[in-house]
């Protein structure tokens, strides 16, 4: 956790500059989405406190190892403070949709979950990371939500992949 809190502070520095995207999405989208996959993974299987624990985890030591890599540039100062806020209020909001969501079909707690998070996340972030500066800010958290919501629709097949094969394991180790 703590590892996609880092690179994606660090990469939502840079465009992405394929397609005509540049002013549009940053590297960091392409990561972060990783975060709600860990979070619901852990909700899955071993309930929404050790869900908690991972976050609180990754939390603490990702915002300390991007304070670190951040002392000497402002813009990153705020990026990692608009981070470290969005991330927890997104990620403690996912822990409480999806287990709210737990018992419906095996996509829509991850799914739902991810949806509403990530407009959360993406809001805070971008208005705490670049509101005053002269970065198209409304324009990459746009771009950054799409992002979001394309992957946390592609992450449903590892995610469904995961479920099976642990339930088969679970099964064959209690036999």
């Not at 989405?33 to 860990?38: A, K, L, M, N, Q």
């Not at 806020?85 to 991810?114: E, G, M, T, Y």
């Not at 990530?118 to 950054?144: E, H, K, P, Q």
């Amino acid at each position: 956790m703590a590892a996609v809190i880092c690179s994606s502070n660090y990469l939502v520095q840079f465009p992405f500059n394929h397609f005509q995207l540049n002013e549009i999405i940053t590297w960091g989208a392409f990561t972060y989405p990783v975060s709600f996959f860990v979070t619901e993974l852990a909700n899955r299987f071993f309930g929404k406190e050790f869900a908690r624990k991972i976050v609180f985890t990754g939390f603490f030591v990702g915002i300390i190892l991007s304070f670190i890599l951040s002392l000497q540039e402002f813009i990153l100062s705020r990026i990692v403070i608009g981070s470290g806020i969005a991330f927890l209020a997104a990620q403690l909001l996912d822990i409480k949709v999806f287990d709210f969501l737990r018992n419906k079909s095996w996509f829509i707690p991850p799914l739902v979950s991810s949806l509403f998070c990530s407009i959360l996340d993406t809001a805070l972030f971008f208005s705490i990371a670049f509101y005053g500066t002269d970065v198209n800010w409304i324009t990459l958290a746009l771009g950054d939500l799409t992002v979001k919501l394309i992957i946390a629709v592609l992450m449903l097949i590892p995610f469904r992949f995961l479920i099976k094969r642990i339930k088969d394991f679970t099964q064959e180790a209690s036999n």
